[in-house]
């Protein structure tokens, strides 16, 4: 795998992937959100810090609409460029010996690319993942991806403002995964694991999804308007 990237194999890949796959691919916004298709992605990382920390592992998985296509996911460790901290292994359970021979952000970047293909995309406070993933593999272009990605904690603020009238302050104390699959009525075992944290964030955005249509959400266009990360 080193000689191949000394070689430009990883360059090569990385133009492969960008000729391939569109990330500011234009669906139609009049789409409704039954036939929307998405890609729920979420990460674990060293530590919060974008300039110092890293990524350490990804999940995702695929939806329909508001079917989740079960057995359609992605996971992958990843060898960090940074350090671990104890904080950050207490967190989500992955050690430096767990990732030591993983392969690099590029490789996992590039494979979850080809995942996602043109799907939406989807997330629990998703700016950060964005932020990291396009901070770390150059293929990942974050700022076209959140062009048609959603956000379900914004989601959920927006859904909370409208059926309360605006008092969103009055319902809310607490946005984090753990607490809104609390509130939606969501078991969420195997917390700060990616692919499960991916697969909860699915059941959010599936509960979600049931709920806008009432409140006048009904299209690709709509959705993208109020969930915008």
Wanted: glycine residues 8%; hydrophobic residues 45%.
């Amino acid at each position: 795998m080193a000689s191949w990237a000394r070689e430009g194999g990883m360059g090569r890949l990385t133009a492969m992937l960008r000729g391939l796959i569109a990330p500011e691919a234009v669906l139609d916004a009049g789409l409704p959100l039954a036939r929307v298709p998405f890609a729920v992605v979420d990460t674990e990382l060293t530590g919060l810090d974008e300039k110092r920390d890293s990524v350490v592992s990804v999940g995702a998985v695929k939806m329909s609409g508001s079917r989740i296509e079960l057995g359609r996911s992605f996971y992958q460790l990843v060898s960090p460029r940074a350090d671990f901290s104890h904080a950050s292994v207490v967190v989500h359970g992955i050690t430096p010996d767990d990732v030591a021979e993983q392969p690099p952000i590029e490789t996992v970047g590039a494979e979850l690319l080809s995942f996602c293909g043109d799907r939406v995309l989807v997330g629990h406070f998703l700016a950060l993942d964005l932020g990291f993933l396009g901070r770390e593999c150059a293929a990942i272009r974050a700022a076209d991806w959140r062009r048609r990605a959603v956000d379900t904690m914004q989601l959920h603020a927006w859904i909370e403002r409208h059926r309360h009238a605006g008092d969103f302050s009055a319902t809310d104390t607490e946005l984090n995964l753990a607490a809104l699959a609390r509130r939606w009525g969501i078991p969420a075992a195997n917390a700060h694991n990616a692919l499960a944290d991916a697969f909860v964030t699915a059941q959010l955005l599936q509960r979600q999804l049931r709920v806008l249509p009432d409140l006048g959400v009904r299209t690709l266009g709509d959705l993208l308007r109020v969930g915008k990360p």
